[in-house]
């Protein structure tokens, strides 16, 4: 069975560029989160799908973020416009069942530079 | 709010030695608690968990358990190999949607 994938795994871009940032959960698994971690700091809740829909998004710094999932399979993370805060790594995580009972599969990560 | 504080690193220690890291919490409530792992090249994998006081977790040789006196999950592992080298992470679940929240991360580094 294949795991969270990501892509792409490293991006480089200049500020005021745009980037779309993908996420494939595993086969089946309803929900669907997206964390970043900051310059080596916590790894920080952005956002949480069950299938399609907008669970929780609380934890999106701002309205340069959109995150869709549409027809409830892949995710996208799209900034726009980036800035230089916004480097970092973008995790990817899926699970079967949402609650803290349930594991979630973490993708190996989208590494993000703002220059 | 809901907080995870962990240990600063790098944690270096050499090959089996006991390996403790630290993590304590603020939440309301009763959260799950976990501990996360990261090897090199890969993504976060899942090492332990624990849903209620008194609970312990355990998985390859590490162990943690759920003190809500104490509000803590420390780490432990009796004899560390090189091949536990990777960043730690505590993390809690505060709520009924399974989101996470994580400790800054501990990185361990395990030489022979």
């Known amino acids: 069975e294949a795991g969270v994938t990501q892509f792409p795994s490293h991006s480089v871009i200049e500020k005021g560029q745009t980037v779309t940032l993908r996420c494939d959960p595993i086969?089946?698994?309803?929900?669907l989160y997206w964390y970043r971690r900051v310059m080596g700091k916590e790894i920080k809740f952005l956002l949480h799908f069950v299938k399609e829909s907008k669970q929780d998004e609380s934890g999106m710094p701002n309205n340069r973020f959109l995150a869709e999932r549409t027809g409830g399979t892949y995710s996208t993370l799209k900034v726009q416009p980036a800035e230089l805060e916004d480097s970092g790594v973008y995790f990817c995580a899926s699970s079967s069942k949402a609650g803290g009972l349930n594991e979630q599969f973490f993708g190996p990560g989208t590494r993000l530079t703002v220059l | 709010g809901n907080s995870v504080t962990q240990m600063e690193g790098p944690v270096t220690l050499s090959e089996e030695a006991f390996l403790t890291i630290n993590c304590t919490y603020t939440?309301?409530?009763?959260?799950?608690l976990f501990w996360y792992v990261q090897y090199p090249g890969e993504g976060l994998q899942l090492l332990l968990k624990?849903?209620?006081?008194?609970d312990k977790g355990s998985n390859k040789g590490f162990e943690a358990t759920y003190r809500k006196e104490t509000t803590s999950f420390h780490l432990e592992k009796g004899s560390v190999q090189v091949s536990d080298s990777a960043v730690y992470f505590c993390a809690l679940s505060p709520d009924s949607w399974g989101k996470l929240q994580f400790g800054a991360g501990t990185q361990v580094v395990v030489t022979p």
């Open positions: 624990a849903t209620k006081a008194d």
């Open positions: 939440a309301t409530g009763y959260p799950s």
């Open positions: 086969s089946g698994h309803d929900n």
